[in-house]
């Protein structure tokens, strides 16, 4: 079964490769995705394949009032 978890700063590299993979002219660089995970807005998930490999990233900020937030996903079409 998939399970889905918190991201920690210990997956950035894994992030960064699935990035690439997905958006292989757009992925987000290195520092900006270490920025997305500690900004204390975001909330940053992974999804965790039955093989233990990381098979999707979904992050999103709260919004404040009047100022909605967003939400991002990564999962390679391979593995839908």
Not at 49 to 67: E, K, Q, Y
Request: glycine share 8%; hydrophobic share 45%.
């Amino acid at each position: 079964d998939y399970r889905l978890q918190r991201v920690t700063l210990r997956d950035v590299w894994s992030i960064r490769q699935l990035e690439k993979m997905v958006f292989p002219q757009d992925a987000y660089p290195l520092l900006e995705i270490v920025m997305l995970i500690v900004a204390p807005i975001s909330r940053n998930y992974k999804m965790i394949a039955p093989n233990g490999d990381m098979a999707g990233f979904i992050s999103g900020t709260v919004g404040t009032v009047g100022r909605p937030g967003w939400i991002a996903i990564c999962w390679p079409r391979t593995w839908s």
